[in-house]
């Protein structure tokens, strides 16, 4: 079942932008002049309001409502930044972007659609096609992000290297046949071919790989019994715009195409207060770097949100395939490349999910007997950026835990297999999957009960035997305070159980200890490639687990604003290099984490879902259990009754106490 949309107005600062606002946003942007026939619009999106007035803003009062916009002229390659004031109807700021200093702006879709003119237009890739016996009409374009690899003739340029993917037909899936050892570059501004790099002759891998057909397909099997999510009495959650309700959660969403959905204002009732924990969560960048060091190859590394600005690739979401249960959906509404608002129905969902016990305890002495059920508020979304599907999940628990995963899945990214020396798995008969990263970086702008913050390094150590510790049983933790920026990069030891917890000095649980919420990374390793290589350099927020900033409004991509061949170096690197206080201060943690994907036999022809993300738990936050007053399940049977067993383990309970 699902609910009737939620219509949203602008009732806060943080509301998402509306259609009229993209709209008017529009129409400031043309009758200041700045439109012409070969203007694009790159990025269309709220801009982040005043931290302090949204702070202090309060239902009804006025908002302030400004839109952060990035154009490009076709015609020109040259990028322009504006801030635009929809409530004055003014531009506020524009300026051109330096694209040789610092990076060009993502790609358009509409740059993307005209690839395959300019392949049939360059003699090279007709002459290499034709080395290769391939029909040039029947090869797909793949144009990817160019990277920065030093070459003079690339300086400045709007560029995109493409790798070509054979198609016998309408239904085969290009993935299956890379046409391996051989790229083409495009200048998009150019509109043409500047170089074909045709260095390796390698056979274009046969077999197809769509999974309902041969030679993989199988019959579906018809013994898996339905299983139904019933809510009788509807969801538990409320939702009031953009703002929800959960249990004792309360929060808001947002969402831009940059960084797709982001929570904000995120707090827990304890008691008669709502106890902030963080004030706006995202993930800010990902970046996914490939192993493949052959000449055709050795630049494939995507940041899908700072190169491709991959929320406008929102799938719409089905109700029983995508989500289960009992769904609210929210569209979002986005600005094409016309700067026209266009909506995505049922972008993203909300629903609340059954997690198992939470709680157990059979006591030996007194008999108490009680189990009570977990469950957890799930907001999501989804998106195709080529051949990759990624999912991005936040979940809320009952006992104040907050977690974040991404999934990944699809079809993974293809090359011809080069043998057990390679860098690559064999997935079929030829094919190859170069081994690669999935990295994220999550942007957490923290609020343990209040702005004033701090973050302590908790490890497990052992401690040697000696005369306070005389049958070396001895283990301990230590806790070290990260006082500064540049202390704060920091990587994940999963065997000292490292956890990095954030604090509040000026707030005390009922022990008298600091409260804080403890940031739990899976440990996973760091981006892989070697220290001086280039995407080491462009994407140095992906070296280290922990970054921790302090505040600052303008510091919001860790790859930087502009990382479309940006020459590296933007983004975390340069917000930490005036090495400030963290100790005490508004404070904003930056979490890298994800996959090393070394391709298995199982991830094709379509992978199945591979996870990776973080916890918040808090550790400290709450004087005890914060679940207590969650009710016995209603259950039809004794399975679910509490109360006491004997202690020959026979049910005394009270089965009517379960409400
Ligand atoms: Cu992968």
Redesign the pocket.
């Known amino acids: 079942m699902t609910t009737t949309p939620v219509r949203h107005t602008v009732d806060h600062p943080l509301a998402r932008l509306t259609a009229d606002e993209i709209t008017a946003g529009r129409t400031i942007v043309d009758d200041a002049g700045l439109l012409t026939a070969s203007t694009r619009f790159v990025y269309v999106a709220l801009h982040a309001p005043d931290k302090a007035d949204v702070l202090a803003f309060t239902p009804g009062g006025p908002v302030d409502r400004k839109l952060d916009v990035l154009l490009l002229d076709r015609a020109t390659g040259v990028g322009t930044e504006l801030l635009v004031n929809a409530i004055d109807r003014s531009i506020e700021t524009s300026r051109s972007i330096q694209a040789h200093a610092e990076g060009q702006v993502p790609i358009l879709d509409e740059e993307f659609e005209d690839i395959e003119s300019y392949l049939l237009d360059s003699e090279p890739w007709l002459a290499a096609m034709s080395s290769r016996d391939i029909d040039p009409a029947k090869v797909r374009a793949v144009p990817l992000s160019a990277g920065v690899f030093g070459h003079e003739d690339e300086v400045g340029k709007r560029l995109v290297r493409v790798l070509g993917f054979y198609q016998d037909d309408e239904k085969d899936l290009p993935w299956a046949h890379p046409i391996d050892g051989v790229v083409a570059y495009i200048d998009l501004t150019e509109r043409t071919v500047t170089k074909v790099v045709d260095e390796l002759d390698l056979p274009v891998p046969a077999e197809r790989a769509e999974w309902d057909a041969a030679p993989h397909a199988v019959p579906a099997r018809t013994d898996l019994k339905p299983i139904e999510i019933t809510q009788p009495e509807g969801p538990t959650f409320t939702v009031s715009g953009d703002e929800i309700s959960w249990v004792n959660w309360k929060f808001r969403i947002g969402f831009d195409v940059r960084e797709g959905l982001s929570l904000h204002q995120i707090s827990f009732r304890d008691g008669n207060r709502d106890r902030s924990i963080v004030h706006r969560a995202s993930i800010a960048e990902m970046v ?1 770097p490939y192993a493949d060091p052959s000449p055709v190859r050795y630049w494939q590394n995507y940041f899908d949100q700072g190169e491709y600005l991959f929320g406008r690739y929102t799938n719409s979401l089905e109700l029983g395939c995508d989500c289960l249960g009992e769904i609210q959906y929210f569209d979002v509404t986005i600005a094409d490349e016309k700067g026209n608002p266009k909506v995505v129905p049922n972008a993203i969902c909300l629903h609340e999910e059954d997690y198992g016990v939470l709680w157990k305890h059979t006591d030996m002495f007194n008999g108490m007997t009680e189990t009570r059920r977990q469950r957890r508020l799930v907001v999501s979304f989804f998106l195709t950026i080529g051949n ?1 599907d990624y999912g991005f999940y936040w979940y809320l628990y009952l006992d104040g835990t907050i977690e974040f995963e991404a999934k ?1 899945t699809g079809v ?1 990214f293809t090359s011809a297999y080069r043998g057990p020396d390679g860098y690559s798995s064999e997935m079929a008969p030829g094919l190859g999957a170069p081994f ?1 990263q ?1 990295i994220f970086a999550a942007r957490l702008d923290m609020a343990v009960d209040g702005h004033t913050n701090a973050v302590d390094e908790v490890d497990a150590v052992r401690v040697p035997m000696g005369e306070d510790n005389p049958w070396g049983n001895a283990f301990t933790r230590s806790i070290t305070r990260l006082t500064s920026e540049q202390d704060a990069t920091r990587t994940a030891d999963q065997s000292k159980a490292r956890v990095w917890a954030i604090v509040n000095p000026s707030v005390q649980n009922r022990l008298g200890q600091d409260v804080a919420y403890a940031l739990h990374p899976e440990g996973q390793p760091v981006l892989l490639a070697d220290p001086g290589s280039s995407i080491a350099g462009r994407a140095a927020f992906a070296t280290k687990n922990l970054w921790v900033t302090q505040y600052d409004p303008e510091q919001r991509y860790p790859a930087g604003s502009f990382v479309n061949q940006h020459p590296g170096g933007g983004g975390l690197p340069e917000y930490i290099a005036g090495n400030r206080s963290i100790d005490n201060k508004d404070i904003v943690l930056w979490h890298t984490f994800g ?1 090393t ?1 070394f ?1 298995r036999t199982e991830d094709w022809p379509v ?1 199945p879902t ?1 996870y990776a993300g973080f916890k918040l738990k808090p550790s400290g936050f709450f004087d005890r259990n914060p679940t207590l007053d969650i009710p016995a399940s209603t259950g039809t049977t004794d399975h679910c009754a509490h109360g006491t067993v004997n202690q020959h383990g026979e049910h005394n309970g009270n089965g009517s106490a379960h409400s």
């Open positions: 996914v990759y990944a993974v690669h999935h996959l994907h391709p992978m591979d």
